[in-house]
């Protein structure tokens, strides 16, 4: 069965670092995600992506953060220059057209120091 | 804003006795989700409900919806040690492609 892949899985990074995490959703997918969830917390949105732009951005996502899909298949999350509270589990889901399911990556963990 | 409220936050109990998460959403939504989350792992979809009066069971796992309350519930029957994990509940938007709003979790811990 097709699973949506997330790279890398850990990423370790210093403050005020670029970093990009990627996302392989399944073929059919027409709909994107990124969600977060620091330890212990909720699960929270970040932006959702259709047609190649964003369709929704929450609050968090600010002008640090900007996603792309620049091959048609793997989609990215940036984050330009990272600060200690971008610590998290970084989650991407992908829905195909029709359907009321998203699936979720297996998450990129995120640490900042 | 949507708030999604999930009570209790915290469940210790007893293999082979039955409980019962409780999901609240303050806003209109016809479409509910239930997903798992293992420590350190991704979220495992477990339920979508939606419309109301919606039930779905797996195994010891049922959850129902009642979208005039505002309430979906996620029972547990004669629980199992493999069914620790965190739960939550997650409101969908109106047309199915929008944004999760997730509730705070419910973390339940089965003693044998």
């Known amino acids: 069965e097709p699973e949506v892949t997330q790279t890398p899985s850990h990423q370790v990074t210093q403050m005020g670092q670029e970093v990009i995490l990627r996302c392989v959703p399944i073929?059919?997918?027409?709909?994107f995600y990124w969600y977060r969830q620091i330890l212990g917390q909720k699960v929270e949105f970040l932006v959702s992506?259709?047609?190649?732009?964003?369709?929704?951005k929450s609050e968090i996502f600010d002008d640090q953060f900007s996603v792309e899909r620049p091959d048609g298949s793997n989609f990215t999350l940036k984050i330009r220059s990272t600060k200690l509270e971008d610590s998290a589990m970084y989650f991407c889901?992908?829905?195909?057209?029709?359907?009321?399911?998203?699936?979720f990556g297996p998450g990129t963990r995120l640490t900042v120091t | 804003e949507l708030k999604v409220e999930q009570n209790p936050l915290f469940l210790s109990m007893q293999e082979g006795k039955n409980y019962t998460i409780y999901c609240n959403y303050s806003?209109?939504?016809?479409?509910l989700y239930w997903y798992r989350q293992d420590p350190g792992k991704s979220l495992e979809s477990l339920f979508v409900?939606?419309?109301?009066?919606a039930v779905k069971q797996e195994g010891r796992l049922m959850a129902s919806l009642d979208t005039k309350a505002r309430l979906s519930t996620l029972h547990i029957t004669a629980a199992v040690h493999d069914l620790s994990a965190t739960y939550f509940c997650?409101?969908?938007?109106?047309?199915?492609?929008?944004?999760?709003?997730f509730g705070t979790g419910t973390r339940l811990t089965i003693i044998p």
């Open positions: 889901a992908g829905l195909r057209d029709g359907s009321y399911e998203q699936y």
């Open positions: 073929s059919n997918h027409l709909y």
């Open positions: 409900l939606l419309s109301n009066g």
């Open positions: 997650a409101v969908g938007g109106e047309f199915g492609n929008e944004k999760l709003t």
């Open positions: 992506f259709y047609n190649n732009e964003i369709s929704e």
């Open positions: 806003t209109t939504s016809d479409r």
